[in-house]
């Protein structure tokens, strides 16, 4: 699974929320909702979350240097652990605590469908937005599911700009149901418990992509599909048999691969040598990624591979 793309998805919800965030601000000074404040916050924190993710592709992109001799790739998946860990959570916190506050001391709404007017806007903005980052992800997704591609996607930008796209439109869906049932009902504690269900979303959402990122962020090896297909372009032409194998994520275009690999002990050291190059270069003809490639030769004493 590739690890590039994401960029237009980042910029197109970025632009989507910016507004969004601005028209639901409006609408919540208008009507008093704190439907429309949670859901002014949460657009507020997803502009930030895309800032902060167009922030990491970027200072990815550094070269090594002696203090980091492997690059900077993994700051792509700091920023968005960042992202998932206080800006979705501050949102949920905020939302929960709005949403409490507004059913203990509910208030009326003034101007409802001032309020119906924006969400139904949204709505349709966040939808655009939605769309943008499913057609980029598709191409990467391949024949998972929308579930296996977050839980196993190495490009960490994607799986939080879908999430959050995806969160977006059902909090917008909720918060439209308690404005909705507080005009109906004229009970404006409605508006609050519109106003929970956001944070609790949130709050799910929050927990997913902190497991994910972290995931990422401490070092993820390649897949199995991947790792087989290693492990079958070593054992050829000269080798034997790899002996012990280890991969990790350095960034989401940057896989590390060292191995140990069984070769004939009739070889010289130029045809080991020549055996290794060949090697490197059958893994990087099959797996781009596989940047960074250490491999030691040994003689095979009938140790069983370790993976």
């Not at 700091?78 to 206080?86: D, H, R, W």
């Not at 980029?136 to 977050?150: A, D, P």
């Not at 796209?165 to 009902?185: E, K, M, N």
């Not at 519109?194 to 944070?199: N, S």
Request: charged share 20%; aromatic share 8%.
């Amino acid at each position: 699974m590739s690890a590039g793309g994401g960029a237009k998805a980042i910029v197109a919800a970025l632009v989507a929320n910016a507004g969004i965030a601005v028209a639901k601000f409006g609408g919540f000074l208008f009507t008093g909702s704190s439907s429309m404040l949670a859901e002014s916050v949460h657009s507020l924190a997803d502009t930030s979350n895309q800032g902060l993710l167009l922030l990491g592709r970027k200072t990815s992109q550094r070269k090594p240097d002696e203090e980091h001799p492997f690059g900077y790739g993994r700051d792509r998946y700091f920023y968005s652990f960042v992202v998932a860990l206080l800006l979705f959570t501050l949102g949920s916190v905020f939302a929960l605590y709005e949403g409490i506050h507004k059913i203990d001391h509910p208030e009326p709404l003034e101007s409802a469908w001032v309020a119906v007017l924006i969400l139904l806007i949204a709505i349709g903005l966040e939808a655009f937005s939605f769309r943008t980052a499913i057609k980029e992800s598709r191409v990467l997704k391949g024949g998972l599911t929308w579930w296996q591609f977050i839980r196993q996607a190495k490009t960490p930008e994607l799986p939080v700009v879908l999430l959050e796209d995806f969160g977006a439109l059902v909090g917008l869906a909720l918060a439209l149901g308690g404005v909705g049932l507080t005009v109906l009902t004229g009970d404006p504690v409605w508006d609050g418990v519109g106003t929970v269900c956001i944070g609790v979303l949130l709050g799910v959402i929050a927990i997913v992509l902190i497991i994910e990122t972290k995931s990422l962020l401490i070092g993820e090896g390649a897949n199995r599909d991947v790792l087989d297909e290693i492990v079958a372009q070593l054992e050829s032409d000269g080798v034997e048999k790899v002996i012990h194998i280890r991969t990790q994520y350095l960034g989401p275009e940057e896989l590390l691969v060292a191995a140990k690999i069984g070769l004939s002990p009739a070889l010289s050291v130029a045809e080991v040598a020549d055996a290794i190059d060949a090697a490197e270069s059958r893994i990087r003809a099959k797996v781009p990624a596989a940047r960074l490639i250490y491999l030691e030769p040994d003689l095979e004493r009938g140790r069983a591979t370790a993976r």
